[in-house]
Nanobody, 115 residues
Framework: QVQLVESGGGLVQPGGSLRLSCAFS????????MGWYRQAPGKQRELVAN???????NYKDAVKGRFTISRDNAKNTVYLQLNSLKPEDTAVYYC?????????WGQGTQVTVSS
């Protein structure tokens, strides 16, 4: 059974930074592709970034150059570094993975960018 727990969200001013963490509970974390999604009020959930088991990464165009996804297989954790934050980055950020047809989600962590 896979469980995901996000942390690291908060209130930050425009231009600020945050680092989100997603702790993975289960076995063989290193073989899972991992992703970060976000959902703003009244909008659909969208993919922000993902990282494959190989370490290759992919980003939503709007966050390229500002956000960085990484993973630490020894700590069973995936990170999302958020830099140069903008008000439009405000959303609940969710960690996700899938395996043998099952999609797993964390509870989400709120990121609010406001002055």
């Amino acid at each position: 059974q896979v469980q995901l727990v996000e942390s690291g969200g908060g209130l930050v001013q425009p231009g600020g930074s945050l680092r989100l963490s997603c702790a993975f509970s289960g076995s063989m974390f290193s073989i899972y592709d991992m992703g970060w999604y976000r959902q703003a009020p009244g909008k659909q959930r969208e993919l922000v970034a993902n990282i494959a088991s190989s370490g290759s990464t992919n980003y939503k165009d709007a966050v390229k150059g500002r956000f960085t996804i990484s993973r630490d297989n020894a700590k069973n954790t995936v990170y999302l570094q958020l830099n140069s934050l903008k008000p439009e980055d405000t959303a609940v950020y969710y960690c996700n993975t899938y395996h043998v047809g099952i999609s797993y989600w964390g509870q989400g962590t709120q990121v609010t960018v406001s002055s």
